[in-house]
């Protein structure tokens, strides 16, 4: 991770006290240097940065204040795009099970769990046919949920959708809202629709639509639909219940958008609903709604792909628990660990940006990308040459433990942090020659 970068990210954050913001910078740049490690670990080297307790302990340093200066940059990205512009946005959780004795954290999506919920809104620039370039956050929240959960909950946890949207103010023609099935909100279309957004939202409603002036429910009604075309998805998300490449179909059909709840009520917006689905692997299907236009089959695919793009949110929130392993942290307030993530949810989207680069551009210079120690470095340790970008990466993995045999795919994060820290030991060692 350039060091530049992680100055900009927290130099400018708002406490008004130059000290806070330089410890900021300082903390960072530690955490980067051993991202997998807990906080201890990371700093024990850094006899000067004793202070990150207490910097952690500071009610001015949150979650937010950490993390504005990031939005601001990455929204500024967004805005001079010439892209299409995926905010995609998801929620999870952080469970820390193991910390018997930390105050203040609440219960997760099974009730039992001991942590914090959190939701975040990736911005990614979408690159034909089917990749993605990381920008950064737009937005983020953590919050811990109360004790004895109540409708207000609930209701919290659904506008946070609609919320985060808004945070970015108000959307350029090219950006586009990308959400899962608990993102289809009636409330959040309207609202979407309403300030311009443009969305492709997973459904999960099954909502009445007028076809030839009668009421019919959308979902039985599109699955009796032929396909339009067939084309190859290819699916990333490794490791889940899809992945690699299916022949789909597809199909579409323009309607008004109803409340999926008050019948007769008026239409929010025209969208289209695209059906895709597997016929080998009669599981995979998706529904999907957009109001991008959709007016031949090049549209329907490309929306489907687009779709396609959510999983690197998943990978996002996957960076951030086990490259950072956050939940083995050794605050014991949850006010504290709020405030750290806010620092490793800035941190985890380059080390997120840096693997995409590696397979968007994988036969780019690797002098171009990464500090030119490091490669003299990795050739001499693995008796290699680098010449791409891609040889890089799989350097890292090697030095994580990586064997790298065609049968084992492409590296983990876990062991990419493992080889990411042994070149910085190494670096470190290297100083003192
Ligand atoms: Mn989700």
Partial sequence: MKSEWVHRQFIDIDTKDARLQKRAVAIAEACAKRPEQSLPGRLEDWAGLKGAYRFFSNPKITHQILQQPHYKETLEKARFSNKLVLFIQDGSELLFNSHRCTYGLGPTADSFGNGLMFHSCLVAEYHEPGETKILGLSYQEAWIRPDKKSVDDDSKESEIWLKTLIKAGPPEKNWVHVGDRASDIHEFFKGAIDSGWNFVVRARHDRQIQINEAMKRIFPWIRKQPAKCKFKLNLRAKGARFSGEYTVEVTWTKVKLFSPEKEGS???????????????????????????PVNNEADAIRIVNIYQQRWSIEEYHKVVKTGFRIENNQFKQASRILALFGMVGVMATQLLALKEHCHLAPNQEVEKEVPKRWITLIERILNVKLETVRDFWRCLARLGGFIGRKSDGEPGWQTIWKGYRRLQDMLMGADYL
């Fill in 266 to 292: 008026e239409a929010v917006g025209d969208v289209t609903y695209i059906r895709t689905w597997c016929l080998e692997d009669p599981e995979l299907e998706w529904l999907l709604i957009t109001n991008l």
